[in-house]
C-alpha cells in the first residue's frame, strides 16, 4: 500500500512563509519524481512545482516561479515545498503526488493523470 502524508498548511498573512511537507511509505520512491498540485474553492486542480528522483531537475508553475522551492530528501522519502511571498490567491489544498517518470517538459509534468498516487492534503489559507 502507498501512502503519502501531507502536512505543514495553516493561516499566515499575505507576504509570510509556510513549509509543506510530503512523506511517503509503503515503497521506495527514491526513484520517481515527486509533484505539488493545488485546488482553490471552485476552480481546477493545478499544477504548483516537481522534482526529479535526484533532485536536480526541477518545473514551477509561472505563478509560483521565485516564490516557491521544492527539494527532497531521498533517505526520508520526503519531499517539501518552501512557500515565500505568499498571496491571497496561493490559498487552496495542497496535494503531493508521486509520477513514475520525470516528464521531458513543464507542459507534461503539469497534467494530474501522469500521477499515480496523491496524498490527502494540506490547506494553506492566506488573508490579506
Known amino acids: 500500500q502507498v501512502q503519502l502524508v501531507e502536512s505543514g498548511g495553516g493561516l499566515v498573512q499575505a507576504g509570510g512563509s509556510l513549509r509543506l511537507s510530503c512523506a511517503a511509505s509503503?515503497?521506495?520512491?527514491?526513484?520517481?519524481?515527486r509533484g505539488w498540485f493545488r485546488q482553490a474553492p471552485g476552480k481546477e486542480r493545478e499544477f504548483v512545482a516537481s522534482?526529479?528522483?535526484?533532485?536536480?531537475?526541477?518545473y514551477y508553475a509561472d505563478s509560483v516561479k521565485g516564490r516557491f522551492s521544492i527539494s527532497k530528501d531521498n533517505a526520508k522519502h520526503t519531499v517539501f515545498l518552501q512557500m515565500d511571498s505568499l498571496k491571497p490567491e496561493d490559498t487552496a489544498v495542497y496535494y503531493c503526488?508521486?509520477?513514475?517518470?520525470?516528464?521531458?517538459?513543464?507542459?507534461?509534468?503539469?497534467?494530474?493523470?501522469?500521477?499515480?498516487?496523491w496524498g490527502q492534503g494540506t490547506r494553506v489559507t492566506v488573508s490579506s
Open positions: 509503503g515503497r521506495t520512491f527514491s526513484t520517481y519524481a
Open positions: 522534482i526529479s528522483w535526484s533532485g536536480r531537475r526541477t
Open positions: 503526488a508521486v509520477d513514475d517518470t520525470w516528464a521531458e517538459t513543464r507542459e507534461i509534468a503539469s497534467m494530474s493523470a501522469r500521477y499515480s498516487y
